[in-house]
Every structure is written in structure tokens, then in C-alpha cells.
T-cell receptor, first 111, second 116 residues
């Protein structure tokens, strides 16, 4: 299965701190994506990182990919209360472009 | 932008009735649309992939007669939950792809279905 598994399942931090979430997967991938989901809402695409890339940045977000360890991390720097949400990684590969989602990390940022 | 809408956002129905959920791509043509189901604090489970003008491809374990999908145009796909039962209560999310490559999906806001 391509399914990514996020770690930790839940993360609670204070505003201003950095938040790091990890995603591990089992087989070779083409792409890995990170999404955000506010409670009861749809998903918002954050970053796509390809298998031949090692790091990508977008604003306060930094994503790394280590294909040798089959893992990725999402770092949110200087977190804000508005960053409170669930974060999912999704991987695709093995001839399919259809991403498979992990269970997500629930992030709570306390003001 | 690439905006996807869903309607309704919430629906409560009685057991045995059918419920239709619409997914629209508002500012682009979607060659492919996807339907997901999400249980509380769980991952998204892909239910089916639909391409405009053709039959949907259902994932293993998803009953096609239970979850009817119609992708009649490049901007609209519908999911009908037939003879709904309480166990069908869930959060249903659609996504749309411009190019057919699902790694370029744009997600709708979701529909909360509660079957009494």
C-alpha cells in the first residue's frame, strides 16, 4: 500500500513555536503531497514534492523528502492559532496518479 | 483559481431515502472527478473516479449500486446515496482534476450526511 502514515497523530503547541509533522510510506512514490483540512471542511493543497526533490518551501512551510527512508516532514515555522487544523500527507506511485491519504496529524496551536 | 463547490453542505435524511450530492468545478473544466468518504478523525477513502461521459470506476469494496455516480458534464458530477442507512452517515468530499492527473486535484468543501 502507498498509504502514508502521519506522526504524531496529535500535536499541541503554543503560538510562535514551530510544528513538525512526519509522514512515512511503504513503497516507491512519484509524488508526495501535503494537505490541510479545517474541521468539517474540504482539503486545501499545501505543497507537492516530487520523488526527485528533497526540499520545498512555501511561505512558512517547509517540506522535506527522504526517499531512502521513505519519509517526509512538514515544518510550519512561527505557528499561528489559525494554523490549527488537520494535516494529511498523500502519496502516489506504482503506476497510479491517484494519491492515497494517511490518517492525518491534528495540530492545535494555542494563542 | 480552481474552485470546486459541493451542494448541499449538510443533509439530514431518513433511513431508506436517497440523497444526491453535487460537485461542481466553477472556473475550470474537470476531466476527472473523485469522490471520497471520510470518517471522523480518519483518512480520506477514495470511493470512485469518474470521467466525463463514461462510467465511474469504483474502488474495491464500494457498492456501485449503492453509490451512484454521474459525471454528465465537464463541470458537474453527482453522487447519489441510494436507500441510505445510518451507517452511510459520513463526510463526503469530491475533488476535480483539470488534466486528468489526480495529483492536481482541487477539493470541494465536503458534504456532511447524517442518516437517521
Amino acid at each position: 500500500s502507498q498509504q502514508g502514515e502521519e506522526d504524531p497523530q496529535a500535536l499541541s503547541i503554543q503560538e510562535g513555536e514551530n510544528a513538525t509533522m512526519n509522514c512515512s510510506y511503504k513503497t516507491s512514490i512519484n509524488n508526495l503531497q501535503w494537505y490541510r483540512q479545517n474541521s468539517g471542511r474540504g482539503l486545501v493543497h499545501l505543497i507537492l514534492i516530487r520523488s526527485n526533490e528533497r526540499e520545498k518551501h512555501s511561505g512558512r512551510l517547509r517540506v522535506t523528502l527522504d526517499t531512502s527512508k521513505k519519509s517526509s516532514s512538514l515544518l510550519i515555522t512561527a505557528s499561528r492559532a489559525a494554523d490549527t487544523a488537520s494535516y494529511f500527507c498523500a502519496t502516489d506511485g506504482g503506476g497510479s496518479y491517484i494519491p492515497t491519504f494517511g490518517r492525518g496529524t491534528s495540530l492545535i496551536v494555542h494563542p | 483559481g480552481a474552485v470546486v463547490s459541493q451542494h448541499p453542505s449538510r443533509v439530514i435524511c431518513k433511513s431508506g431515502t436517497s440523497v444526491k450530492i453535487e460537485c461542481r468545478s466553477l472556473d475550470f473544466q474537470a476531466t476527472t472527478m473523485f469522490w471520497y468518504r471520510q470518517f471522523p478523525k480518519k483518512s480520506l477513502m477514495l470511493m470512485a473516479t469518474s470521467n466525463e461521459g463514461s462510467k465511474a470506476t469504483y474502488e474495491q469494496g464500494v457498492e456501485k449500486d449503492k453509490f451512484l455516480i454521474n459525471h454528465a458534464s465537464l463541470t458537474l458530477s453527482t453522487l447519489t446515496v441510494t436507500s441510505a442507512h445510518p451507517e452511510d452517515s459520513s463526510f463526503y468530499i469530491c475533488s476535480a482534476s483539470k488534466t486528468g492527473k489526480s495529483n492536481e486535484q482541487f477539493f470541494g468543501p465536503g458534504t456532511r450526511l447524517t442518516v437517521l
